[in-house]
């Protein structure tokens, strides 16, 4: 069993977010940084200050599916379709890693004020998890580079 050394847990979480982002905006739209924003962009949570309290904390309204569905209108009126596939994926993504994980996500506020989670026997930060992610990631951006 794997575990993460000590104070690595939220760097490494954060940085699997935008490697899966940019792997997926750039292997399927060719936008890696659209993918790798969009990958992040959920935990910019983090920046809020806390005093602003719920939905505006770490996984509030930034990981349900009203942001992700307003951060693809707003992408659809100022980017072209390879850039609004990149964001939608990788946004996308970043919802179904953490809706997999206990602390879930409240994917449907606010017609549900709670959070959800999907158990699928692994989390999806999970130290094997990330480890198979970043294999799958770095496998398909070097397939995807490759002889350039
Ligand atoms: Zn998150």
């Known amino acids: 069993m794997l575990s993460?050394?000590?104070?690595?847990?939220?760097?490494?979480?954060?940085?699997?977010?935008?490697l899966v982002g940019l792997v997926l905006g750039s292997v399927l739209?060719?936008?890696?940084?659209?993918?790798?924003?969009?990958?992040?962009?959920?935990?910019a949570d983090f920046l809020l200050p806390a005093?602003?309290?719920?939905?505006?904390?770490?996984?509030?309204?930034?990981?349900?599916?009203v942001a992700l569905l307003a951060a693809i209108a707003l992408a659809a009126v100022f980017s072209e379709r390879r850039t609004l596939g990149?964001?939608?994926?990788?946004?996308?993504?970043?919802?179904?890693?953490d809706i997999t994980t206990p602390k879930g996500?409240?994917?449907?506020?606010?017609?549900?004020?709670e959070r959800l989670y999907l158990d699928i026997g692994i989390g999806g930060?999970?130290?094997?998890?990330?480890?198979?992610l970043w294999v799958l990631c770095l496998g398909a951006i070097g397939y995807r580079y490759r002889g350039r």
């Open 4 to 18: 993460y050394p000590p104070g690595t847990f939220i760097p490494l979480a954060i940085a699997t977010h935008g």
């Open 29 to 43: 739209f060719d936008r890696p940084l659209a993918g790798l924003a969009a990958g992040l962009a959920p935990d």
């Open 51 to 65: 005093a602003l309290g719920w939905p505006f904390v770490h996984r509030g309204i930034t990981h349900a599916a």
């Open 86 to 97: 990149a964001l939608a994926a990788a946004y996308g993504s970043h919802l179904l890693i």
């Open 105 to 113: 996500i409240p994917l449907l506020y606010p017609l549900l004020d």
């Open 125 to 132: 930060h999970a130290p094997e998890t990330t480890l198979t």
